[in-house]
């Protein structure tokens, strides 16, 4: 996988409905120019997640993802920025399944977040 799809975390920024940010890490899996997320058994206080309801209220989303090493020459990261949707999408589990071996064996149980790549840019501390 190329990066950036091949990175195991970003953090997802979300904004609710007055204006104030939300950045939670997650795991995904794009495909296209689609970014995949789900909602999954990981310890939580609720289901009711602000990311989920933040979404509801205003979709635009931002996608960081980023590659730290003590080798500054090896920095990197990718910011998507894009339309989300909360969405049940069995596909979207797979792909996830497949990247993660952890949801291999217990596949998230959604709902899933489908994040429309609109623009991405990226930076690294190296052009090699």
Not at 78 to 92: C, F, M, Q
Not at 111 to 125: N, R, S
Request: proline letters at 9%.
């Amino acid at each position: 996988m190329p990066w950036p799809e091949d990175a195991r975390v970003a953090r997802l920024a979300t904004v609710d409905a007055t204006g104030r940010p939300h950045v939670v890490p997650i795991c995904f899996a794009i495909e296209g120019d689609t970014l995949y997320t789900a909602v999954d058994e990981k310890p939580k206080r609720t289901r009711r997640l602000r990311r989920l309801a933040n979404i509801e209220a205003n979709p635009v989303v931002e996608v960081l993802i980023d590659h730290y090493d003590e080798d500054w020459s090896r920095l990197r990261w990718a910011r998507l920025r894009g339309t989300a949707r909360i969405v049940e999408d069995r596909h979207a589990v797979e792909l996830l399944a497949a990247k993660y071996p952890q949801y291999q064996e217990e596949p998230p149980a959604g709902p899933v977040i489908a994040v429309a790549i609109e623009e991405q840019k990226e930076w690294t501390a190296s052009p090699s």
